[in-house]
């Protein structure tokens, strides 16, 4: 069983920064594609940023040029750098993770990301 534990959420202003971290207790996370996901109150989980066990990248149309997804897989960790905060991406973000082969899928609990205007 592969547990996930985000941090990193907070309050920020508009055009801040924050930079979200994804731990987990697997020791073979190379097999898993990571992702980051996130709800806004009244709005269905979408997905934000994907990295590939290869280190290929994915994002959504709305944070591709300011979002940067990251992975340490020595640290069983990933990342999502934030910058240029708007208040639409006010929500609680979620970390995935999903083995590549088996398909298996894993959830974080979440860390909400508030954008004041």
């Known amino acids: 069983q592969v547990q996930l534990v985000e941090s990193g959420g907070g309050l920020v202003q508009t055009g801040g920064s924050l930079r979200l971290s994804c731990a987990a207790s697997?020791?073979?996370?190379?097999?898993?594609?990571m992702g980051w996901y996130r709800q806004a109150p009244g709005n269905q989980r979408e997905m934000v940023a994907i990295?590939?066990?290869?280190?290929?990248?994915n994002y959504a149309a709305l944070v591709k040029g300011r979002f940067t997804i990251s992975r340490e897989k020595d640290k069983n960790t990933a990342h999502l750098q934030m910058n240029s905060l708007k208040p639409e991406d006010t929500a609680v973000y979620y970390c995935n993770a999903r083995h590549k082969l088996s398909g298996a899928e894993h959830w974080g609990q979440g860390t909400q990301v508030t954008v004041s205007s």
């Open positions: 990295i590939t066990t290869g280190g290929g990248t």
């Open positions: 697997a020791s073979n996370l190379g097999l898993y594609v």
